[in-house]
């Protein structure tokens, strides 16, 4: 590698980096306020809400990192264009083929970090993050305990709790139970506690009065109690662990036993093979687009207001890739023998950068057409 191809490489590396923190940061802070209502509005703590945070950093890292590597490749491509320096090179004699191999090496290396990402780490995070879910949504306590609050832990269910102790009584219990729409039951009760045993969850309550609606006889009777147990086992929402996500399927399985889980869930074999076929196909985007963007830029030549109708270009290019990303998926999931077609924009974007390449080294046709411009001024 020479001195420029290392200099060019740095820059990208800088500018991907920077171009990725600022996309995740953005993305992130979109994501992040719904996040936050939903954890907290729970019942659980700050500490819930920054582990979620952590385990969808895999997912939204591998969505910005193909746009973060096109504005890498865009943006150091036109200002080395602007500051003379790809000038200087090409004029030395250096094609832009050979320009173009830190650009290569730029995409490997992305390519690289999202074949950890997309093959490993985001299958791991995402059933991580699904069995977390799946706890928090079955902590009743969470749902439950908190002061001064009208929830409604299930539809046609609603709890109110004035004040807990530190020892976990609870005051001025409201409970108002609508799902059996014929008889709907409230309780109300000055203390109570929440008593968790093999028969499951209770709310014990004590000194207290049940009102229950009989709505064919229009009569509203009412019930004085010393104590009394309310089931709310069922209010718990405890998720099936054993139904995965099809992004939470670990990629050996997918590659190793794809007729199994085929058999096994409820996804059928183009879905899995698609999901398979498209972890891999990110891989392959990443080197495309980096290449798209540069070989785009190299089609113009030196200005000092830079190369703005090529990043117009460029960008069209990316737009139209991720069109196509689109179009495949649906079509292999439908026959997963065409799933080579999910790596359908990879190579297209391969094939335009270089058909551009090719161009913007044409020696030839330069030479062809000075010499048809010399010919016809008049001596």
């Known amino acids: 590698m020479s001195r420029f191809d290392g200099y060019f490489l740095r820059q990208l590396l800088v500018l991907f980096g920077f171009f990725t923190l600022v996309l995740v940061g953005v993305f992130w802070i979109t994501r992040s306020v719904s996040l936050f209502d939903r954890v907290i509005s729970g019942g659980q703590s700050a500490m819930v809400f920054l582990e979620f945070t952590a385990l969808t950093l895999p997912t939204l890292i591998r969505t910005v990192m193909p746009m973060a590597v096109f504005a890498a490749a865009v943006y150091a491509t036109n200002r ?59 902590d009743v306590t969470a ?68 009102l229950r609606l009989d709505q064919q006889g229009r009569t509203l009777s009412s019930t004085l109690f010393d104590d009394a147990s309310y089931d709310i086992s069922e209010l718990t929402n405890k998720g099936d662990l054993n139904q995965q ?16 889980l085929a058999a096994s869930t409820a996804y059928s074999r183009g879905q899995l093979i698609e999901e398979l076929h498209q972890r891999f196909s990110w891989i392959a985007i990443c080197i495309a687009v980096a290449m798209a963007g540069y070989s785009t830029l190299m089609l113009g030549s030196f200005s000092r207001f830079g190369l703005w109708p090529q990043i117009f270009g460029a960008f069209t290019i990316l737009v139209l890739l991720e069109g196509v990303r689109g179009f495949v998926s649906p079509v292999v999931i439908d026959d997963p023998r065409l799933w080579v077609l999910l790596y359908l924009p990879a190579v297209a974007g391969l094939a335009i950068s270089s058909l551009f390449l090719l161009f913007a080294g044409r020696p030839l046709i330069r030479k062809r057409n000075n010499g048809k411009t010399s010919s016809a001024v008049p001596a």
């Open 143 to 210: 749902q439950l305990l908190n002061e001064g609050e009208f929830l409604h832990p299930s539809k046609g269910v609603t709890v109110y709790i004035g004040r807990i102790d530190l020892d976990g009584t609870l005051h001025e219990v409201f409970v108002s139970d609508r799902r059996d729409k014929a008889n709907p039951t409230s309780y109300s009760s000055t203390t109570a506690y929440l008593v968790n045993n093999d028969a499951g969850i209770h709310l014990v309550m004590l000194d207290g009065v049940a």
């Open 245 to 260: 996500s099809l992004e939470a399927i670990a990629t050996l399985d997918l590659i190793t036993n794809i007729d199994g």
């Open 80 to 138: 080395l264009s602007r500051e003379s320096e790809l000038t200087v090179m090409l004029a030395t004699g250096s094609s832009p083929w050979r320009l173009a191999r830190a650009v290569l090496l730029f995409g490997l290396v992305a390519g690289l970090m999202m074949a950890i990402i997309s093959v490993f780490l985001r299958p791991a995070s995402v059933d991580q993050l699904e069995r977390r879910q799946a706890e928090v949504a079955g």
